[in-house]
């Protein structure tokens, strides 16, 4: 059992920043998100991408402001349980929240903060017949551990960053590697799509372009890949399909823990604190809703903030509290770090 | 209002919404169904990055062109038919009067 103060379900730029404000206050928070990194959107959908509203930020990439973000927190120590779904919820018999993951791993806390952005990102599947009964049983949308296709014949489909990647990656451990797109041209990093035209020239890879997957066959577990590659049917012997089309995001099992849901968000009360129609637990960021809402992120960061001191009230009712500036108390870590400004020196001049 | 334009749009039910659009506030149809309230995700916020807009076109309205990204995109979304747009490329202007699209499955 994973204990701390704040259990944050999310690790978009919300999510972490809340875990900045709780340290100010001496709370310890704990990030469970599905995805394998934290960033959330600006991790998986666009860290390459520029953002311009940031405050004080004229201009940076989201992948950057992830980077940073994980920076400031880091005196903070937060715990992460990433590549897990947020799956349960339970109360204890003190009152405490019991979150349990799709791989059974389980938190504690007295607050829970969602900060699941648009949902728990989930691979876009293609459109084939049994494809369900071949799911871990030669079909893996996700790859986790690498060595699992070692010395095995594996097809990998897709035309971003992550199909190439991964081709290139696989090809000195796979026995027999293909990558198939719909289309000739792929979209990754330009290094990479080089890297896919050496290993390809050096017969290191198969590359079949434009080519889809139309059939799966095999008895108890996948053998038999049909593609079809330029109007012509291929037959390929196979241990594992991999096929890469992206993640899109879900709100998945939260939805059924009895959370007042309107248009795919979380109600909270934002002329308070964010809190849910469940005490204890809030919604920050693009996950929750409110009149006037504004998905931006600059609008997370003001939400966490607030809900953090709720949460202290909530933890410490009977503490008073008193807002402390970051330029006059300085930050104090849990790792044992301390930052803060430079003394003044006062001296006479003759 | 003369800087309107009148498009329709059946949403993911097969219903139908006559719906009228803004050609002075660079907004593209993406933006427009989410404004009326659609069932359009639009994750990427218009970055032709996730698909989640993706729509039929029903006419045959004179549309820009495709660029590589949204190329790149429908190259790898599902339920993608030859008259397949990601909604977030096309801005709305005065030629997409009468304009009818279907808003592709999510």
Known sequence: ?350 | MEKDVNIIITDRQGKDHEISAPTDMSMNIMEVCKVYDLAVEGICGGMAMCASCQCYILSNHELPNKTPDEEAMLSEALYVKSNSRLSCQIKIEKKLEGLRIELAPD
């Not at chain 1, 520029?50 to 992830?66: H, K």
């Not at chain 1, 919820?89 to 806390?109: L, R």
């Not at chain 1, 960061?301 to 500036?325: D, G, V």
Request: some cysteine.
């Open chain 1, 1 to 350: 059992m994973i204990k701390s103060d704040i259990i944050i379900i999310g690790a978009g730029p919300a999510g972490l920043f809340a875990v900045f404000e709780a340290g100010l206050l001496k709370l310890k928070c704990h990030i469970i998100d599905s995805l394998p990194m934290p960033g959330g959107q600006c991790a998986e959908i666009y860290p390459k991408k520029p953002i311009y509203d940031i405050p004080s930020q004229p201009e940076i990439l989201a992948g950057d402001l992830v980077s940073k973000l994980m920076e400031q927190i880091k005196p903070f120590s937060p715990g992460f349980t990433l590549g897990e779904m947020a799956q349960s919820i339970d109360k204890n018999s003190n009152g405490e929240f019991i979150i349990t993951t799709d791989k059974g791993t389980q938190h504690q806390a007295p607050i829970v903060a969602i900060a699941g952005g648009l949902g728990t990102f989930t691979p876009r599947k293609p459109q084939l017949d049994r494809l369900k009964e071949y799911e871990d049983n030669g079909v893996d949308y996700i790859i986790r551990d690498p060595e699992k296709y070692r010395d095995k014949k594996v097809l990998i489909a897709g035309g971003g960053d992550s199909a190439l990647d991964w081709t290139i990656f696989l090809s000195n451990i796979a026995a027999e590697i293909t990558l198939i797109h719909r289309r000739s041209e792929f979209r990754g990093a330009i290094d990479s799509v080089e890297k896919i035209q050496f290993l390809k020239n050096n017969n290191k890879i198969k590359l079949f372009t434009p080519a889809e997957v139309f059939k799966l066959e095999g008895k108890n577990s996948l053998e038999i890949i049909y593609i079809k590659h330029r109007e012509q049917e291929k037959k390929i012997e196979i241990d594992y399909f991999i096929p890469l089309f992206g993640l899109t995001p879900k709100l998945g099992p939260i939805a059924d823990w009895g959370l007042e849901i309107e248009k795919n968000a979380i109600k909270v009360n934002n002329s308070i604190d964010y809190q849910t129609n469940i005490p204890g637990i809030y919604a920050i960021g693009d996950v929750n809703t409110y009149p006037g809402k504004l998905k931006l992120i600059l609008c997370g960061f003001h939400e966490a903030t607030l809900m953090c001191q709720s949460a202290y009230s909530r933890i410490h009712p009977k503490k008073k509290n008193i807002l402390k500036y970051t330029t006059v108390s300085g930050i104090t870590g849990f790792d044992g770090t301390r930052k803060e400004a430079q003394k003044s020196t006062i001296r006479a001049i003759e």
